[in-house]
C-alpha cells in the first residue's frame, strides 16, 4: 500500500500548483514531451504494474504504427516509488505527457497536476457512457469535468491448481455454486494431506474483509462514519481469524510478502483469491494445459460481493503536446488500442466492446472456466472503500496496522478492532 498521505498530496499539489503558474507564458519546454528532429513528437507515458507493461507496450505499438510522427516512451515505476517519482516530477512542472492515476486523482486534480478532457472528448464526439463501466468513469469526475478515460476494471476470483488437487488426492474441488463453507471444507481436505497452508485469503479491511461484510449485509462506511463495529464487521473479521488460526492460510504476521500467483504456480498451495490483473502470470506459467481452473468467490449468503476498482489514463496539464497526448489516450482505451493491450497480456480493459472482451478471455484461454466466472462475478462487484471514499487513503494504512494487524495477532478482539477502524475512518471524513 503507498504511504502517499492526503497532506503531502496537497504539498505537492501547491507544489503543483506554483509551477503551473511560475510557466505561464513561457516557451512551451514545460512536461516532457518534446519536438525531435523531422518534426516527430516525443511523449512519455509512466505506469507501474510490471505486469501490464508487454500489453500496454503492444497497445503503444498499434498506436505508433498508426501515427508514425508520433514517439511514445513508456515507463515503468514500481508500485511503491510511483507516486513519490510522479510527485516529484510534476512538483517541479514537468512528469509525464500520459499516467496512469488511481483514487489517488483529485489530490492532482485539486492542485492542477491534470488536465480537464472534456474539450477532447467533445471534439471528437466520445460518449463515454456507451464506451465504459458508468461507476469507473464516474471516478474520474470531478466538478463535472472529466479527467481519466478508464483503462481497466478489477475482478476478484479464485483460482485452483488441479495439479495439486491431484497430488494430494483430492477430488472435492471448488465449483461455481460452491459457498464459503465449502471452500473451508475443502481447505482442510488439503492441510489434512500436507499440514502447511493450503490457501490464500487476502487478510485486509479495504478489500477481501470488507467483501465478506458486504456479503453478509453489512456496509464498511456510511453517511461519512465508519460502521465495522456491526454484527456483520465483526463476523467477517472471525471469519478470516478462523481461517488463520486453523492453519488454512498463513499467519497473517507472515503474509506481508505472500505472493499468491507465485506460490500457486509453484504448487505451494492448492487455491487462492486473485485479481483480474494478475491473471496474465499464472496464463503465461510454464505449467501442462489444463492446470488452473477459475471459479467465482465462493458465496455467502447467496451473494459473490467483491470490491473493483479502475485506472484511467490522464494528462499532465504541463504537457507540452497536449493535442499528441490526447491522441494517446484516446487510442489506447480505443476499441482497437484496448484489444492490443489484452493480447498482450495485461488488466481486463475497461472497454466494453465485445471484441475487446474477446480478446482478454483468448489471451487467458489457459485459465479454464474464465469467463463464466467474470459474469457470475460482474453483478454483485462495489466499489472499493478507497475507491469510492478517496478520503478514507488516508487513514487506512493506520488502520490496517493499529486495528486489523494486532487483532489477527491476537491483542486485540474483533470488537475492539472494528471501534478502532471506524474512529479512523470517521476521523479520515472530519480531516479532509
Given amino acids: 500500500m503507498h504511504s502517499f498521505t492526503r497532506r503531502r498530496a496537497l504539498v505537492v499539489a501547491a507544489v503543483g500548483v506554483a509551477a503551473l503558474v511560475g510557466t505561464t507564458g513561457c516557451s512551451p519546454t514545460a512536461g516532457s514531451g518534446s519536438t525531435g528532429s523531422g518534426g516527430t513528437v516525443n511523449l512519455s507515458l509512466q505506469i507501474w504494474n510490471p505486469t501490464d507493461k508487454p500489453g500496454v507496450q503492444k497497445a503503444i505499438d498499434g498506436f505508433q ?53 472534456d474539450e477532447y472528448i467533445k471534439r471528437d464526439n466520445l460518449t463515454l457512457k456507451d464506451l465504459y463501466p458508468q461507476q469507473i468513469t464516474n471516478l474520474y469526475n470531478f466538478d463535472g469535468k472529466q479527467y481519466g478515460i478508464p483503462k481497466d476494471q478489477d475482478v476478484w476470483m479464485w483460482v485452483y491448481n488441479t495439479a495439486v488437487f491431484k497430488k494430494l488426492g483430492v477430488t472435492d474441488v471448488p465449483t461455481a455454486n460452491w459457498t464459503w463453507d465449502d471452500m473451508v471444507r475443502i481447505a482442510g481436505e488439503l492441510k489434512a494431506k500436507t499440514s502447511a ?45 478462523d481461517l488463520q488460526d486453523q492453519g488454512l492460510i498463513p499467519a497473517v504476521k507472515d503474509s506481508g510478502d505472500f505472493n499468491a500467483p507465485t506460490s500457486l504456480i509453484a504448487g505451494n498451495i492448492g487455491m487462492s483469491r486473485i485479481p483480474s ?17 477459475a471459479v467465482p468467490t465462493p458465496s455467502i449468503n447467496g451473494s459473490h460481493a467483491s470490491d473493483t476498482n479502475g485506472l484511467s489514463y490522464v494528462m499532465n496539464a504541463n504537457s507540452s503536446h497536449k493535442d499528441e497526448a490526447w491522441k494517446l489516450i484516446k487510442y489506447l482505451t480505443s476499441d482497437e488500442g484496448a484489444k492490443l493491450h489484452a493480447e498482450g497480456g495485461a488488466a481486463q480493459p475497461a472497454n466494453l466492446s465485445s471484441d475487446v472482451k474477446a480478446a482478454y478471455f483468448k489471451a487467458n484461454s489457459s485459465i479454464a472456466g474464465l469467463q463464466e466466472t467474470f459474469n457470475k462475478m460482474l453483478p454483485d462487484q462495489y466499489l472499493r472503500t478507497t475507491t469510492e471514499f478517496p478520503a478514507t487513503r488516508a487513514v487506512f494504512a493506520e488502520l490496517e496496522s493499529t486495528a486489523t494487524a494486532p487483532f489477527f495477532a491476537g491483542s486485540l478482539t474483533a470488537e475492539q478492532a472494528a471501534q478502532k477502524a471506524d474512529g479512523l475512518l470517521t476521523k479520515s471524513f472530519l480531516s479532509k
Wanted: no cysteine; glycine share 10%; hydrophobic share 35%.
Fill in 277 to 293: 490483473y494478475l491473471l496474465s502470470l499464472l496464463s503465461k506459467a510454464n505449467v501442462p494445459a489444463g492446470t488452473f481452473v
Fill in 197 to 241: 497452508p493450503s490457501m490464500y485469503y487476502g487478510y485486509v479491511l479495504n478489500g477481501p474483509v470488507s467483501s465478506i461484510i458486504r456479503s453478509l449485509g453489512g456496509t464498511v462506511v456510511q453517511d461519512s462514519k465508519g460502521t465495522v463495529n456491526s454484527p456483520q464487521g465483526i463476523e467477517a473479521f472471525k471469519k478470516v481469524k
Fill in 65 to 117: 504504427a498508426a501515427n508514425p510522427t508520433i514517439h511514445v516512451t513508456l515507463e515503468q515505476v514500481p508500485e511503491d516509488q510511483y507516486y513519490t517519482k510522479l510527485d516529484a516530477s510534476l512538483g517541479a512542472g514537468s512528469g509525464p505527457d500520459v499516467m496512469w492515476q488511481s483514487s489517488k486523482a483529485p489530490y492532482y486534480v485539486k492542485g492542477g497536476a491534470l488536465q480537464p478532457l
